[in-house]
């Protein structure tokens, strides 16, 4: 097909003034001039800008087509690539030709015509919306933010392993777990008991989707040292909130020889080789976030991979919010003391009111925290760390692993968990163990931190909430 | 924890000889000699070889632990790195401390010990494959392909889109499908008519799991133009074979204003910069792959990246293999004639016999491929391409996508699909439409192509196939 330039290349001044271009996208506004022309604004995605293409009247199909374009049209425009006059804009297309593509059918009833549009509304037409420019403007940070994840992985030397979505385990006790089958669940068949039979089942047992990688990425981060994930994890729990999706997306990574303050070393480096990327690579989508989203944003993102975080034991952490409320600096509606988990108002005040910089918080109470992670030597807490942020509170979870056999078969019989069905957990004990840590970075949380976007439903292309599946 | 060096950067000369160094891993083998001093083979996956340490007999813990290292064992061994004598082998390791980390349980029931194991016995511990050399390769050569997959489409300015897992629109039609669910399948609430009362589940209706991102990257396409997907598909069928798993990963791209002709180029340069990708960055484990497993692997590879892929209409294919059978220089199995399906063996007589190179084979009928496919001006062929390579038959398959809604409408009613189901499909169709094209690699198959591997179980980390979700 036609040989075409990206909007981008045209923008960023890769392509010479005078030069013949021809750019196919698609109409975002028209305004006809009563000089008898008309200015078409074209977006291709490639970038957040359109071009300003100038159609003059004396295009053949100028009466017929051009001044009834109309947004969403699809267009291929050829002409000269000329200085732009207009404010803002540094290129514009002195057309010599249009071709209309695609009509838009009724433009009246357009789903996402250029007026205002609910964010709620626009979930209705989650196949439309990336056609928006906020949403236009999260799907390239969200590109921004994957590739930037796998950059800062392989330059370090890890290999990402994609870990299994359907498991038969039963124990990553992370949360509610869907289901998966292949029978006919009108009428399945049935043991002697009256029970499902899922011997008679896809994988002969009964099968879910997973809720993290974690477990599996230890088998092979005691072979190739350092790995990661970067895959979607699931959670069947009826939440309704801003904050949670059913379906989303998780970056694991796992490191051999590594201990509680390494890991918290690579979490730090890791958020604020993500944020950089974001800053260097889409300035274009993030100076909208701030035009229109939330003022904050670049100014957040900046303060951020320039902060040195702090850390702080978790002992620490209580006694500092004890003492708030004491001095009644503070209100907390959920109680403090040693032994409870930290609330998102507990942990918003240590990272911004306490702080005022990202802090790591270690050690917690091994009550409250999961079986894998490596008693210290205290006995009582685990070698647990949380990454909390200003803005948004926690935003990192990891651990050190436990690597010694007997510690780990006596957290698995505390809690009352069932030891056979961890046999390959616990081998990796068995068999040349060594230290390693890990932590989980929720990825459509970094985005909201990156856009201001409020809702996690509008930071993934297609949402899975409870009662909600569609596309 | 102390600071080390990958055995990567250590064999790869990017530390000066005489230098102290440190390294963490895994023994493969330990050969004491009679000198009074021991070799030990240490591997931390950071590339195919192990790097040698040299243990003399006057470390501390010489008697009482390095000459009772097994395969396995977990040892750090700090020393200087010196020129080494051994064949095969540029650098090696005077170790001047030993510290052993992690012991391996009863060396003699180690199930991944240095003796042989068929592979099929590996999978039974999927756990411990990856510290073998074959898989230990396998998922490096996996990971230099999936980050070969993202820069080269990243290069290209393409956007990655993480297209939904769980889908409740069951129009995809590429196979059987999982069913995902939250109800107690043992209990479930039912209807009045008796049957399941999917209104009550986690969507509010019957959802499934994915069996190809296409339609939904579709509307990213046809927003930012250039989108790919890389990402877990499913399929529940019953197929136990060497090609086949329940749930494997795939790559999709996208292209707005693109024709079957460029997609072809697309795929074309997509095979050989992935296998380019592979001889460069992987030579180490290609080298064990061609020794080991498949003579041919480096060569393939090789012809392939410097091949000019030919183009073939479906029809001249056909006549082709009609007039091999004639001639008796072929005798295939399937009956072959226009309107058939190609099998295996045509695929492989175009490619291999015929045409000695990779060759995309384009325009099919219309009723033996996809509803979504664009119907050329002959009404009796769509605009549909398989890229066929020796050694493997078809590795890709694509199309032109139907751009025209009333071409959609018509092929939905011929094939009675539910033209409400497809409603924002459609949608795509009645605003701005335009022609666009993409197609699917089978990310394991590549794997399986780049590596000589036999079984597609083996080039997964944890394989799901019928009765088998273990790990």
């Known amino acids: 097909m036609a040989c075409s330039h990206s909007i981008h290349d045209l923008l960023a001044g890769r392509v010479p003034f005078e030069s013949s271009v021809t750019v196919q996208g698609w109409i975002r ?18 970038c957040f800008a359109p071009i300003q293409v100038v159609a003059p009247a004396n295009l053949p199909n100028y009466t017929t087509e051009v001044v009834r374009l109309t947004t969403g049209c699809a267009v291929i425009a050829h002409g000269k690539l000329v200085p732009s006059q207009g404010k803002g804009q540094t290129h514009e297309i002195q057309a010599d ?43 390239r940070v969200r590109h921004c933010l994957s590739m930037a994840v796998h950059r800062f992985f392989h330059e370090r030397g890890f290999f990402w392993v994609h870990t299994p979505i359907i498991t038969s385990s039963d124990c990553e006790g992370a949360g509610e777990m869907f289901k998966v089958s292949t029978l006919d669940l009108n009428n399945p068949p049935r043991d002697a008991q009256g029970q499902i039979d899922h011997s008679q089942d896809f994988f002969g047992k009964p099968a879910h989707l997973t809720v993290s990688g974690q477990l599996n990425v230890e088998a092979y981060c005691l072979a190739l040292s350092k790995v990661y994930t970067f895959g979607p994890t699931f959670r069947a729990e009826n939440s309704n909130t801003t904050r949670h999706l059913a379906e989303f997306w998780m970056i694991e990574p796992e490191v051999a020889f590594a201990d509680l303050a390494t890991n918290a070393d690579l979490a730090e480096e890791f958020l604020k080789y993500l944020f950089r990327a974001v ?92 079986f894998y992670m490596r008693l210290n030597d205290d006995g009582r807490t685990v070698a ?10 926690e935003i990192i979870g990891g651990s050190q692993r436990e690597e010694r056999l007997d510690v780990l078969d006596t957290r698995l019989e505390e809690l009352n968990l069932p030891k056979d069905e961890y046999w390959w957990y616990r081998d990796l004990r068995r068999y040349g163990t060594v230290p390693h840590a890990g932590f989980g970075l929720g990825f459509e949380r970094t985005i909201l931190y990156a856009t201001g976007m409020s809702n996690i439903r509008d930071v993934i292309p297609f949402p899975r909430t409870p009662g909600h599946a569609e596309f």
Chains 1, 2 share one sequence.
């Not at 996402?112 to 403007?137: C, D, I, M, Q, W």
């Not at 647990?384 to 509170?393: E, H, R």
């Open 279 to 370: 800053l260097e690579e889409r300035a274009d989508d993030l100076a909208f976030f701030a035009d229109r989203i939330d003022k904050q944003c670049v100014n957040r993102l900046e303060t951020l991979t320039n902060a040195q975080f702090e850390r702080m034991d978790y002992a620490e952490a209580i006694r500092i919010l004890e003492d708030a409320q004491t001095r009644k600096s503070a209100s907390f509606e959920f109680p403090i003391h040693w032994g409870a988990d930290l609330q998102s108002e507990h942990e918003r005040y240590l990272t911004e009111t306490h702080v005022g910089r990202p802090v790591v918080v270690m050690n917690y109470p091994k009550q409250i925290k999961a």
């Open 97 to 139: 030709r249009i071709e209309v593509v695609g009509w838009v059918e009724d433009p009246d009833t357009y789903p996402v015509s250029a007026k205002h549009h609910t964010f709620e509304y626009l979930r209705t037409v989650a196949h439309l919306r990336p056609r928006t420019n906020t949403f236009g403007a999260v799907a």
């Open 384 to 393: 647990a760390m949380d990454v909390l942020a200003p803005g948004i509170g």
């Open 29 to 46: 506004t028209r305004r006809d001039s009563k000089a008898g022309l008309s200015f078409l604004h074209v977006s291709d995605g490639s």
